[in-house]
């Protein structure tokens, strides 16, 4: 069986590395000229970490990022609204973990290389095209000079992200991606270690949000941490076009940002507006989605990642959701009866659960515990509980765990929510 994946981010890099364990013969086609490690944080849930520990990733990710050790919410002036222990101080097996996203699809890409061989990743190819028969999927490539070819294979997965060539096949109809109005800046740099230097941070609510945590460790300088800042504001309105098209790598402006965060954040353990000024080179991306599609599975053709469930950043479940979706892709491959059989009941078992995530992150998925409190509270408060039950705080943030598939059964707590 040989299998054609078109992308080669963390999602179609994870299904190669599944599918190669499982004895599948892979090629990747990306449309980039090269694997380059760029981006800024990202972070990985625990039953996430558990199956890059199943392709032993595990010492990597530990060298080249941090094992998150708590969450805390907070409104605007820093008060917390909720705090909990993360990763293996949850209960977990396996941690959660902050990392540049450019270290993380690096260490991918280098298990790909040693294990499948550089030659079984196309960098500068673009999927344009699709058939397919009862024998298999024929492929239609475009190159760096724009030369037309084809590749054929037994199964072709759609793991080409937002602007998906194989989804637009499938869904030609579709348009484009669903702007929510909310702009998102994000950058990363050297900056003095917060608390015990592994803890992330959510602050603001409804007008605009502040996120803050560590991605690695500085070298040489044990009280320093490279951190991953972003903002989340918004600037538009739901379901027009964003003002520029949707790229993960278009420079931020300073001036459009500042005006967000200055003056209107007052927290101890950082100011917004200096760490951006600090940061010298950011990223601005408008809040994309899709709607859940009733279907990704035809004949030998599918989806998978951003390509299948597009979803807006937060609940930190992108890149995780991606990399369940390679692994249950991958045992279905392997064990089903025939390929038609599998990509079904990968279908069966991953849409519905990705749906109702991109859904849930539409309503602010576990932050919108912040707006609950801003809503009620918006100049801050004097007893949370009496803004807000610990009761109804815990149905916001572990009703999304649940959904998202890393709950943990909470064994007490205190006022603010700390198992």
């Not at 990710?61 to 008060?79: K, P, S, V």
């Not at 909720?82 to 101080?89: S, T, V, Y």
């Not at 707006?371 to 149905?395: C, K």
Request: include cysteine; charged fraction near 20%; glycine fraction near 12%.
């Amino acid at each position: 069986m040989k299998v054609l994946i078109a992308g080669g981010g963390i999602g179609g890099l994870t299904t190669a590395l599944f599918l190669h364990k499982a004895g599948i013969e892979v090629e990747i086609f990306e449309r980039a000229e090269n694997i380059r490690e760029l981006g800024v944080g990202i972070n990985m849930l625990p039953h996430a970490v558990s199956e890059l520990a199943g392709l032993d990733l595990l010492p990597d990710l530990d060298a080249q990022g941090i094992r998150t050790h708590e969450l805390i919410y907070a409104n605007r002036f820093g008060q917390v609204v909720w705090r909990e222990l993360r990763g293996i101080e949850a209960g977990h097996d396996y941690p959660q973990i902050s990392i540049h996203r450019g270290k993380l699809l690096g260490l991918i890409y280098k298990a790909v290389v040693e294990r499948l061989g550089k030659e079984a990743v196309h960098t500068a190819c673009r999927v344009t095209g699709f058939a397919q028969s009862g024998g298999g999927v024929t492929v239609e490539i475009c190159g760096h000079d724009g030369a037309l070819s084809t590749v054929s294979g037994d199964v072709l997965v759609g793991a080409d992200g937002l602007h998906s060539a194989v989804r637009s096949q499938l869904y030609p109809e579709e348009g484009s991606p669903i702007w929510s109005g909310i702009m998102l800046w994000r950058g990363c740099t050297l900056w003095p270690a917060w608390g015990d230097g592994q803890t992330m941070a959510i602050a603001g609510g409804n007008v605009a949000k502040f996120v803050f945590y560590p991605i690695a460790t500085a070298s040489g300088r044990d009280h320093t941490r490279l951190t991953n800042w972003a903002v989340m504001a918004k600037t538009g309105d739901s379901g027009t076009l964003p003002p520029r098209v949707e790229d993960w790598s278009r420079p931020g402006v300073l001036t459009e940002v500042l005006p967000f965060v200055r003056d209107r954040f007052h927290l101890d353990f950082v100011d917004p507006a200096a760490i951006i000024a600090a940061t010298g080179g950011f990223y601005e991306y408008p809040n994309c989605d899709r709607e859940p599609l009733p279907r990704w599975s035809f004949g030998r053709v599918t989806l998978l990642g951003d390509a299948a469930h597009p979803m807006y950043p937060v609940g930190s479940n992108g890149a995780s959701q991606a990399i369940l979706d390679a692994r249950s892709f991958s045992d279905r491959l392997s064990s089903a009866a025939s390929i038609e059989e599998a990509l079904a009941d990968y279908d069966a078992e991953r849409r519905p659960k990705t749906s109702e995530i991109v859904l849930a992150n539409r309503r602010g998925g576990p932050e919108g515990v912040i707006d609950m409190v801003e809503a009620r509270a918006p100049e801050g408060f004097e007893n949370l509980d009496d803004i807000a039950s610990f009761d109804e705080r815990e149905a916001v943030v572990r009703g999304y765990a649940s959904l998202a598939g890393f709950a943990k059964t909470r064994r007490g707590h205190d006022q603010c929510g700390r198992p």
